[in-house]
């Protein structure tokens, strides 16, 4: 039985991970610095790198532990080295070197935004490639065609915002703690979601595969402060009823999950493909599951949306790792990291 052991620190959690060939995870921790992050609004990239420092041994340890080996039953390491947060990144890729070097390992390179997609073959234990991969998560917003778990071909993205990062930035205007995804959708639980037309761009135009949140994010802003005003967004929120936030809130969220669900379908349609499948912590918003459900049963196609836990980042979607250990893609210890670059 193949053992690899995962590591994950692109971001602001640091996680790790021991899966087996047949998919199976041995074990696997998550620790998020949320907290941290939480007065600040966002992620300061400085204080994650600090913290993946304090967090990795212990993450490492801990991961091992549960999975009941020892290191020297590993049969690889493998750790995400694009994209993310340079800082970050080289924390995880440093531990993977040591441990590649002490126990004489070969080293996998895991793209982050291939494994978000990876992360519903382990979810649902069934082979969605080809699809269409959606990413969508605090610092993307891209689609993919998946031809398998090697061959991932752009088919567009982002103009501006990611969706995730449209979240937390409406999320903080409206006084919300971070992350403003998992507090948007509390808030509009309560909310109408028809209550504010806020402008779902892009849509109208089914040729053109991409995103744009700028536009939505600008609205809740003139909402809140009216157009050509400076007055800090939160200042006003902070006066307005539990109702009205409730209200911005949903009517927000029902824009972005639109035109998530709208573009994903133009891009099935647009590439034939009947199979879709989404990652990242955007991924795990129950507004958007629900909306891209009934949008696939009406298609139909073949959807594939991995439960909460595998949607923010973690270190068991880094089993795509497996897919380059089949395929002898191992890397030499001078690999670095590419804090923007996709390979
Ligand atoms: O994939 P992820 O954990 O980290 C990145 O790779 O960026 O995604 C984090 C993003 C944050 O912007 C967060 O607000 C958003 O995912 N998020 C959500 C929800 N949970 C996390 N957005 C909407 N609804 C949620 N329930
Ligand atoms: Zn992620």
Known sequence: MIKILTIETTCDETAAAVITDSLEVLGSVVASQDKLHQKFGGVVPEIASRAHLENIVPVIDETISRAKIQLADLNAIAVATTPGLAGSLLVGLSAAKTLCVALKKPLIAVNHLQAHIYACKIAFREDPFPCVGLIISGGHSNLYCCATPLDFTPLGGTIDDAAGEAFDKVAAMLGLPYPGGPSIQK???????????????????????????????TAVRYRLVGQGKTTNPATIAAELSEQEIADIAASFQEAVVDCLVGKSIQALRTTGMRTLCVGGGVAANSCFRRKMENAAQKE???????PAALCTD???????ALERFHAGLFETLDLDVSPGLVR
Do not use: D, H, T
């Open 314 to 320: 973690n270190a068991v979607m880094g089993a795509i």
């Open 187 to 217: 808030a509009a639980e309560k909310g109408n979601p028809k209550a504010y037309k806020f402008p779902r761009s892009l849509l109208e135009e089914p040729e053109r595969l991409a995103f744009s949140f700028s536009g939505l994010k």
């Open 300 to 306: 139909p196609i073949r959807l594939f949306i991995a």
